[in-house]
């Protein structure tokens, strides 16, 4: 079978998504976990970009073993030798240097010509060689250059040492035919062209970014680059699961990869949780219902024959159909198991405080699922932060105007206030701001439920400005109102030191 490459983007393009950065542990524990997924390629980061990506990508260069860890630059001497500098403890090291190829980048980002282009692409491959082996050259908005200059710049490129050449349908505007065809037309067009391997890089904007993916692979391409769940600027990236899956599924394309497909659903979960990212219900592969049938006639068919509405079997992707039942009478055994199933461990001393955290929650919910243990899992981060919630008691009826008291802990000193509002959860900010006095509005408001029923978490995203930046705060609770406070104060904690 043909060997695809997995070029895995969550720590790069992935993290651009607005809240959703990590620190450079949670990076580190990241790129562990996809190095046990089995992907070929991490990208770690974008060293030039601040001081924090550059460590990043040194600490991960450390921290894994057998990927090829790649560092991006612009077509800019000086980024290629942050970027060569970033990488000198990686085993195997690769630089990814580019520049936009359509004449919208041509015309109006770099007021340039298709010439001067092609001269930059070729002098910044020619520089990135001097300090690694393994140079990629990305075109960017490939998908809308054309064709014939879009051939010559992959062709000089190769020439000048690419060893990896990314087509990337960077505003995810192609159609699946469209750029399966540019793949094609490049591999009939471009000499030397198999001296180098041919890449895709797709955009979900129009929800086509895994069909672009499984185009370009069908007509040569032998690296996918792909982020865990999607995520990526705007609307995402092609997902590393779907593309995977899909492979596994077509054995007609005769294409493998070298991704252990049991990890997928653990890995899933641990980027979900610590990029404060939901994974949607119905998102293929890793959603909470992409193996749940509610429909009696599919229902019906599952148990007479589960191939009838099941194409991929849910322990193929390291989903447990029966697994073990969380409750209040659950042990800390059965706890850990869980924990362990979703690639979490914690010494005993967080387990306890974990396992306390359990009892309380399953005291107030009949079903305790996956996301609960993620959240609660997840808990401990607040406990570092300078600004926390003591007790919040809210008073809110029919022709009862809502009050809120509350009480905060700010770097161990108390404080206390009340107020009323348009309703709970704007009493209880009306009483929050009262105490850190800060001019701050709320830009985005996002309430999401785990699961059906009035006793689910909630899970609460929230995006405050302050002095002009934004920041972003995440909580889960039973109690909506708590939940809405807990993420306002996890923002406040962004800036305020």
């Known amino acids: ?54 460590n990043s990508v040194v600490e991960i260069s450390k921290a894994v073993t057998w990927p090829t860890i790649c560092a991006l630059t612009r077509a800019v001497e000086k980024d290629i030798e942050i970027a060569a500098e970033a990488l000198k403890y990686a085993k195997r090291k690769r630089i990814h240097t580019g520049i936009g190829t359509s004449l919208y980048h041509i015309r109006y980002k770099f007021n340039s010509t298709q010439e001067e282009i092609l001269e930059r692409a070729i002098a910044c491959t020619k520089y990135a060689r001097q300090f690694v082996e393994d140079v990629e ?15 010559r710049v992959v062709e000089a490129v190769i020439k000048a040492g690419a060893t990896v050449v990314n087509i990337p349908d960077t505003t995810g505007y192609c159609l699946p035919g469209e750029y399966g065809a540019k793949i094609k037309y490049l591999f009939e067009n471009v000499k030397d062209i198999h001296k180098a391997i041919i890449s895709t890089h797709c955009h979900n904007d129009l929800g086509m970014a895994t069909a672009n993916t499984i185009a370009g692979i069908v007509s040569g391409a032998r690296q996918v680059e792909v982020t865990i769940n999607g995520i990526g600027e705007r ?3 092609t997902s590393l699961e779907e593309v995977t899956m899909i492979l596994k599924s077509h054995k007609e394309l005769n294409i493998d990869t070298n991704i252990n497909t049991r990890n997928i659903y653990s890995v899933s979960r641990m980027v979900s949780s610590l990029m404060n990212m939901p994974v949607q219900p119905n998102k293929a592969i890793v959603g909470r219902n992409a193996f749940a049938h509610s429909s009696g006639i599919h229902q019906d068919g599952v148990l007479k024959n589960v191939q009838t509405y099941e194409i991929i079997n849910p ?8 697994s073990i039942s969380l409750t209040a009478r659950s042990g800390r055994a059965a706890l850990k198991h869980r924990l362990n199933l979703l690639g979490i ?101 996002l309430i999401q439920a785990l699961n059906k029923g009035s006793d689910d978490t909630g899970k609460v995203h929230i995006q405050i400005e302050h002095e002009g930046a934004r920041y972003y705060g995440f909580s889960a609770n ?15 904690n962004k800036f305020v030191k």
């Open 235 to 237: 609307a995402g990236n």
């Open 137 to 151: 050259f990305y075109c960017e908005d490939a998908g809308r250059s054309d064709n014939e200059y879009l051939a």
């Open 1 to 54: 079978m043909d060997k695809l490459f997995i070029f895995d983007t969550t720590l790069r393009d992935g993290e651009q998504v607005p809240g959703c950065q990590l620190n450079t542990i949670e990076k580190i524990q990241v790129a562990q976990a996809i190095e046990n997924l089995g992907v070929d390629v991490i990208e770690a980061g974008f060293p030039v970009s601040s001081p924090g990506d550059f």
């Open 478 to 492: 039973t109690d909506i109102i708590a939940a809405s406070v807990e993420a306002y104060i996890d923002a406040i």
């Open 345 to 445: 461990e914690f010494s005993y001393e967080k387990l306890d405080k974990i396992y306390e955290e359990f009892l309380k929650l399953a005291d107030r919910k009949k079903d305790i699922n996956d996301d609960d243990i993620l959240i609660l899992a997840g808990k401990d981060r607040t406990e570092s932060h300078r600004i926390r919630l003591e007790y919040l008691q809210v008073t809110s009826g029919v022709g009862v105007r809502p009050v809120a008291s509350i009480g905060l802990n700010i770097a161990g000193e108390k404080f206390e206030a009340a107020a009323s509002g348009n309703g709970p959860v704007d009493a209880a900010i009306k009483a929050l701001k009262q105490i850190i006095r800060r001019q701050m509005t709320i830009r985005e408001f």
């Open 315 to 322: 322990q193929d992707v390291g989903i447990d159909d029966n």
